[in-house]
């Protein structure tokens, strides 16, 4: 086992000092700090206690990073483990706060008039790559505006025009729009100035300043998900960038951008509240975060293709498209939670045109109807059973019947014998000489003559 490192005190870090400084003007140690430690004792000595203190600090830090001391500690990417608690704090405090606005915002509605009314917003980007920095290089973003007693609102969408993909990022680039949005990082004819993406951002969301006290609301999105095309870390970065192009009139934290799973769940838990019927109230009930998800996940929506941008219709690549996301993450949200407010469903808003306006009713029929059809299941332990409690009595069969007359394989036999042998089939077996003595063994085994009798025996 290696030997504990001893920390080094205040007076060698004083003597590194010294060294460095008297190697500047061509003095030389050839003992090394042996050497040094007789001249610079007696300076150490008469040395002020305000420079003495620059090399206790020095000695202060050493021995805190040789116990260890989280602040000092680095990671394998060389990040100052402190640098990584704090911000898993900032991010959990940042949840805490995240949640408690949704719970309040959706408790505060509470009559049926209120959420229905009650506007939300809802985001998605798709990206090109992701540089340096956790910097996201947009491809399109879609803002959508809608309420639960009118539906989609508004819809604000773009294609972005990356500009320069920074060096070795450009394959990166290609391969994920390939297997995505197939949106082409060159002559894309997307948006090219940030400033006017930022200023219809802001117009969409104006309307909601009123009932969020003057400030600009939320956005909801799904959280990180390479396989269905979701990223809230790619929005946060994206609008970040948007933000940063207003010189003017900057401030980082103006749009907030919060968790869809939770928004959904909560909104389904007050339909649940505010619900009349019991059936509306049992369909609206989601018991946990997990099932929202769920439920968002499944995207029963996207193959609708009148609701994407012209440049992903002609792709065939609607399932892919921003403003295909921001709506039928409406109309989903909607198919669920209109039911429970009485809330007349209206094609093109609530749900996809030509979608059944009666889905939910016949669903809960459907549901009401399996409940009286079906019947209850009774488990029987078998095992537990005893016999004589059982009340089975076999029943007596009647022998069957003889047959009528003798059956067509028997009539081709031969009367003489059962088998239908003669004696003919049946000759003598002459004993030969073998290798023993020739003694018959008289033992059935083929040493002496077979009888015509013993050979037709049963």
Same mark, same amino acid.
């Given at each position: 086992m290696p030997k504990k490192k001893t920390p080094r005190n205040a007076f060698y870090f004083f003597m590194l000092d010294y060294k460095a400084r008297c190697e500047r003007n061509g003095e030389r140690f050839p003992n090394g700090l042996?050497?040094?430690?007789? *001249?610079?004792?007696?300076?150490?000595?008469?040395?002020?206690?305000?420079?003495?203190?620059?090399?206790?600090?020095?000695?202060?830090?050493?021995?805190?990073?040789?116990?260890?001391?989280?602040?000092?500690?680095?990671?394998?990417?060389?990040?100052?483990?402190?640098?990584?608690?704090?911000? %898993?704090?900032?991010?959990?405090? !940042?949840?805490?706060?995240?949640?408690?606005?949704?719970?309040?915002?959706?408790?505060?509605?509470?009559? %049926?008039?209120?959420?229905?009314?009650?506007? !939300?917003?809802?985001?998605?980007?798709?990206?090109?790559?992701?540089?340096?920095?956790?910097?996201?290089?947009?491809? *399109?973003l879609a803002v959508s505006e809608f309420s639960l007693a009118e539906g989609i609102i508004d819809v604000y969408s773009t294609i972005i025009s990356p500009g320069n993909i920074p060096l070795g990022y450009r394959h990166n680039a290609m391969q994920n729009a390939e297997?995505?949005?197939?949106?082409?990082?060159?002559?894309?004819?997307? *948006?090219?100035? !940030?400033?006017?993406?930022?200023?219809?951002? %802001?117009?969409?969301?104006?309307?909601?300043?009123?009932?969020?006290?003057? &400030?600009?609301?939320?956005?909801?999105? &799904?959280?990180?998900?390479? =396989?269905?095309?979701?990223?809230?870390?790619?929005?946060?970065?994206?609008m970040k960038n948007l933000l940063s192009s207003d010189t003017e009139d900057y401030d980082e934290n103006m749009f907030k951008i919060y968790s869809l799973e939770k928004l959904f769940l909560e909104l389904r838990q007050a339909c649940k509240k505010l619900s009349e019927s019991e059936e509306d109230d049992a369909e609206a009930a989601i018991p946990a975060m997990s099932i929202a998800r769920t439920e968002l996940e499944k995207d029963v929506f996207n193959f609708i293709p009148n609701i994407a941008c012209p440049f992903h219709y002609d792709e065939e690549a609607v399932e892919y498209c921003s403003k295909s996301y921001v709506q039928r993450w409406v109309y989903l949200i909607c198919d669920h939670c209109c039911g429970p407010l009485d809330i007349t469903i209206v094609q093109g808003k609530h749900i996809p045109l030509n979608a059944d306006v009666? !889905?939910?009713? %016949?669903?809960?029929?459907?549901?009401? *109807?399996?409940?009286?059809?079906?019947?209850?299941?009774?488990?029987?332990?078998?095992?537990?059973?005893?016999?004589?409690?059982?009340?089975?009595?076999?029943?007596?069969?009647?022998?069957?019947?003889?047959?009528?007359?003798?059956?067509?394989?028997a009539q081709l036999l031969s009367k003489s014998n059962e088998f239908g042998y003669s004696s003919e089939d049946f000759p003598s077996i002459?004993?030969?000489?073998?290798?023993?003595?020739?003694?018959?063994?008289?033992?059935?085994?083929?040493? =002496?003559p077979l009888s015509f009798a013993a050979a037709t025996r049963k």
């Open positions: 042996r050497d040094v430690q007789l *001249e610079a004792g007696p300076e150490w000595n008469v040395l002020p206690a305000n420079e003495k203190k620059k090399y206790e600090d020095m000695a202060k830090e050493e021995k805190a990073r040789l116990k260890g001391d989280s602040s000092n500690k680095l990671t394998c990417w060389h990040t100052p483990y402190k640098v990584v608690d704090d911000e %898993k704090d900032e991010e959990e405090r !940042f949840k805490n706060e995240m949640n408690s606005y949704i719970e309040n915002t959706v408790s505060s509605l509470a009559s %049926k008039k209120l959420l229905a009314e009650h506007k !939300f917003y809802l985001v998605h980007v798709n990206y090109f790559c992701i540089t340096e920095g956790e910097c996201y290089h947009p491809a *399109e297997n995505s949005h197939k949106i082409p990082i060159d002559d894309n004819g997307g *948006e090219k100035n !940030f400033y006017n993406i930022l200023i219809a951002v %802001k117009n969409i969301l104006q309307r909601g300043r009123a009932s969020n006290g003057g &400030m600009y609301p939320p956005m909801y999105t &799904m959280p990180d998900n390479v =396989s269905l095309n979701t990223s809230i870390s790619a929005v946060r970065s994206v009666n !889905f939910q009713k %016949k669903k809960l029929e459907e549901k009401k *109807e399996t409940e009286v059809c079906s019947k209850p299941i009774t488990w029987v332990d078998h095992s537990k059973v005893s016999a004589s409690a059982s009340t089975w009595v076999p029943r007596e069969q009647a022998p069957l019947p003889r047959p009528q007359r003798q059956s067509n394989t002459p004993l030969g000489r073998g290798r023993g003595r020739g003694t018959p063994r008289g033992n059935g085994r083929g040493n =002496s």
